[in-house]
């Protein structure tokens, strides 16, 4: 069955850097567009970066831009997502998430996610 | 960006009745591009319900959406106790894609 496991989550002082990674198994992971959501209390949910299969189509949330760095390794399996210049505004809980449809050409729906990791900003 | 806008905030009712949540957006949908999740507390969102009505796999029957244009409807046919949670509905349509704000269901 499907599985994404994130890690690296944690608290850091604003300013600093965190890689998040999520390890997926159970599906062709380099035939899915990926996806990092988070979660704040105040904000919901926002849909913070994805990536294509090949990495080519790459969109990153305005709120992010300049700061945050999605890759991925098709080898491995896994999504990454580092996260620099962390501001007390990032704290929320990260979710990975797969996409719904094989070899889309667009993202669209979260089909599945993982079961997120919190990153806390704070001095 | 498609602004997503989700009512009532918070829906209280009773086991056995039914549920009508609603979601606006700020522009039309492409493609009805519309999906709903219900997420309960402590866990990820569930993907419920996409291109505005079809069922994700494993989600009962009692939930069903539909809408077109600017305007859509998640409805609970007749609550059962596990569904009592959070609802937010996403367009994808067009780029940013954007959440809703969502609506808690409570039990009264």
């Known amino acids: 069955q499907v599985q994404l496991v994130e890690s690296g989550g944690g608290l850091v002082k604003p300013g600093g850097s965190l890689r998040l990674s999520c390890a997926a198994s159970?599906?062709?992971?380099?035939?899915?567009?990926m996806t990092w959501i988070r979660q704040t209390p105040g904000k919901g949910l926002e849909w913070v970066s994805h990536?294509?299969?090949?990495?080519?189509?790459?969109y990153y949330a305005d709120s992010v831009k300049g700061r945050f760095t999605i890759s991925r390794d098709n080898a491995k399996n896994s999504l990454y997502l580092q996260m620099n210049s962390l501001r007390a505004e990032d704290t929320a809980v990260y979710y990975c998430?797969?996409?719904?449809?094989?070899?889309?050409?667009?993202?669209?729906?979260?089909?599945?996610w993982g079961q997120g990791t919190l990153v806390t900003v704070s001095s | 960006e498609i602004v997503l806008t989700q009512s009532p905030g918070t829906l209280s009712l009773s086991p056995g009745e039914r549920a009508t949540l609603s979601c606006r957006a700020s522009?039309?949908?492409?493609?009805?591009?519309l999906a709903w999740y219900q997420q309960k507390p402590g866990q990820a969102p569930r993907l419920l319900i996409y291109?505005?009505?079809t069922r994700a796999t494993g989600i009962p029957d009692r939930f069903s959406g539909s809408g077109s244009g600017t305007d859509f409807t998640l409805t609970i046919s007749r609550l059962e106790p596990e569904d009592f949670a959070v609802y937010y509905c996403?367009?994808?349509?067009?780029?940013?894609?954007?959440f809703g704000g969502g609506t808690k269901v409570e039990i009264k």
């Open positions: 522009q039309s949908v492409s493609s009805s591009y």
């Open positions: 990536i294509s299969t090949g990495g080519g189509d790459i």
């Open positions: 291109v505005t009505s």
């Open positions: 159970g599906f062709m992971f380099s035939d899915y567009y």
């Open positions: 996403q367009q994808y349509g067009s780029s940013p894609l954007t």
């Open positions: 998430a797969r996409d719904h449809y094989e070899g889309s050409l667009a993202p669209s729906t979260a089909r599945h």
